[in-house]
């Protein structure tokens, strides 16, 4: 049996959800002693330090607070070379590492990465596969119950809306 290869929308998704809020407590799994080992144990590779500046300039991007072009220069050794196969041509891509790994997936992604809707209590990152692409929360679970009993609560109180 061949290796379990990683998808890189895996990988994105997994370097961008590394700074969660743990009962509001932000913490950041690319800091501090275990950095290391935690991206070994997730397949990332780099160092903690170029893990947290891709991770940052994709998630600011994410949120609407950079321009996408601010990640250009992780592209620039990407190169694509035709393959001839029975098929015809297929491109395969080389070069570029994780960054660019990471950044091409988050372009063929599109819309469908976004922030969790619960921005106050949650900051974690989520793709969303389903057809109509109406996703709001990393999780109905948590987010979602917990977003849901906060307007019920809000509509509690203010009876006049
Ligand atoms: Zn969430």
């Known amino acids: 049996m061949s290796k379990v290869v990683r998808s890189d929308e895996d990988l994105l998704l997994t370097l961008l959800n590394s700074s969660p809020l743990l009962d509001g407590e932000p913490r950041d799994e690319l800091r501090g002693p275990g950095a290391g080992a935690w991206l070994r144990t997730h397949e990332i590779p780099g160092t903690p330090r170029t893990s947290r500046e891709l991770r940052d300039a994709i998630a600011?991007?994410?949120?609407g607070e950079a321009r996408p072009t601010t990640l250009?220069?992780?592209l620039h050794a990407v190169r694509q070379i035709p393959v001839?196969?029975?098929?015809g041509v297929q491109w395969k891509t080389i070069g570029g590492g994780i960054g660019a790994r990471a950044v091409l997936a988050w372009a063929a992604l599109g819309d469908r990465l976004r922030a969790c809707e619960n921005d106050q209590e949650c900051r974690l990152f989520l793709i969303d596969r389903s057809k109509p692409n109406t996703r709001r929360w990393c999780s109905m679970k948590t987010c979602g119950n917990r977003l849901k009993a906060r307007r019920h609560h809000e509509k509690l109180k203010s009876p006049t809306d």
């Open 84 to 87: 001839l196969t029975e098929e």
């Open 72 to 74: 250009q220069h992780y």
């Open 60 to 63: 600011a991007v994410v949120r």
